[in-house]
Nanobody, 115 residues
Framework: QVQLVESGGGLVQPGGSLRLSCAAS????????MGWYRQAPGKQRESVAA???????NYADSVKGRFTISRDNAKNTVYLQMNSLKPEDTAVYYC?????????WGQGTQVTVTS
């Protein structure tokens, strides 16, 4: 099992930046895949960015070049640096850990991009 706690969300103007953090309750070095997902009102949850144990990363087309995912195994934390934010990035952002044959989720953190 793994518990995940997200932080770092908030209200930001278009063009601004935020850094989300996801703190895990156990060593993430052995967790195959850590990812960030988001869900906007009335929409399905979608994958935003992911990083594997080999530090391979992938991103949704909508965030490529603007978002960066990284992991600090010593701190058991995964980050999502979000730059050049747009109103359409507004959503609840969730951290997900793929391990033990399932996905574990955090409680989510709200990101609102508005002028």
């Amino acid at each position: 099992q793994v518990q995940l706690v997200e932080s770092g969300g908030g209200l930001v103007q278009p063009g601004g930046s935020l850094r989300l953090s996801c703190a895990a309750s156990r060593n993430i070095a052995s967790i195959y895949r850590m990812g960030w997902y988001r869900q906007a009102p009335g929409k399905q949850r979608e994958s935003v960015a992911a990083i594997t144990t080999g530090d391979r990363t992938n991103y949704a087309d909508s965030v490529k070049g603007r978002f960066t995912i990284s992991r600090d195994n010593a701190k058991n934390t995964v980050y999502l640096q979000m730059n050049s934010l747009k109103p359409e990035d507004t959503a609840v952002y969730y951290c997900g850990a793929t391990t033990d044959g399932r996905v574990y989720w955090g409680q989510g953190t709200q990101v609102t991009v508005t002028s």
